[in-house]
């Protein structure tokens, strides 16, 4: 069997964190291995990748066939592309120089493609706490407008309508009799004290009637005049 490039996972439940090594393909995945070629952290944003360019060449060179995983690893770091330099040289197409000089300014491109990546992605991590912190600045408002509210003394606008409902219905109903009592009986000796003004009144006119009875008496009898004569 070849050697095979590919991954040995090491790291904790749920966070795992890869080798990349060269080992016998007869070997277990997590067993020996000949040679580290490098790391692979997928836990972190982008991906942490370490490869040793100039050893995973040599390895492919002797014949190393790397897993679908490595594969795309040693692709991304320009392992590949490096091997493809280094068979062009092999072969007289290619001075060592020129090799160098196109695998470094592919190392730029990427570099730059990589760096732009980060910085999209802080600025993403940015807008998401600062819409984070409006967010929890809301909430804080609200719970405190909801505090000074309830702090305040309750307005009869704030009165529910059961609470409406259980007055009324509780309210007692003799009290309307007893507030219209007094004017009954404020009438009352209204009633009784015009008989008596009309008493008094018929009384002075009685008083007429009797003074001229008294005064009748004085009045001179014409016949003894008439026996004097």
Do not use: C
Request: overall charge negative; glycine content about 4%.
């Amino acid at each position: 069997m070849p050697v095979r490039i590919r991954l040995q996972r090491h790291g904790k439940k749920g966070k795992p964190f890869y080798w990349i090594v060269a080992a016998d393909g007869r070997a277990k995945r997590d067993g020996k291995f000949l040679e580290k070629l490098g790391i692979y952290n997928p836990n972190t944003n982008p991906a942490t990748i370490e490869v040793n360019v100039d050893d995973s060449v040599k390895w492919l060179f002797n014949g190393a066939q790397p897993s679908d995983t490595a594969r795309r690893i040693l692709s991304y770091k320009g392992v590949l592309l490096k091997h493809h330099l280094m068979a062009g040289v092999r072969k007289g197409a290619l001075t060592e120089e020129e090799a160098e000089k196109k695998f470094q300014a592919w190392l730029e491109e990427k570099s730059k493609a990589v760096a732009k990546k980060e910085e999209n992605l802080s600025k993403a991590q940015q807008e998401a706490r600062k819409k984070a912190l409006e967010a929890e600045r809301e909430v804080s408002e609200k719970r405190a407008q909801a505090a000074a509210e309830a702090e305040l003394p309750e307005t009869p606008e704030a009165v529910s309508a059961e609470e409406e409902v259980e007055a009324l219905e509780t309210a007692p109903a003799p009290e309307e009799s007893v507030a219209q009592e007094p004017e009954v009986e404020a009438a009352a000796p209204a009633e009784e004290a015009a008989p008596e003004a009309k008493a008094e009144e018929a009384a002075p006119e009685a008083k007429a009637e009797e003074a001229p009875a008294e005064e009748a008496p004085a009045k001179e009898d014409p016949k003894p005049a008439a026996d004097k004569e």
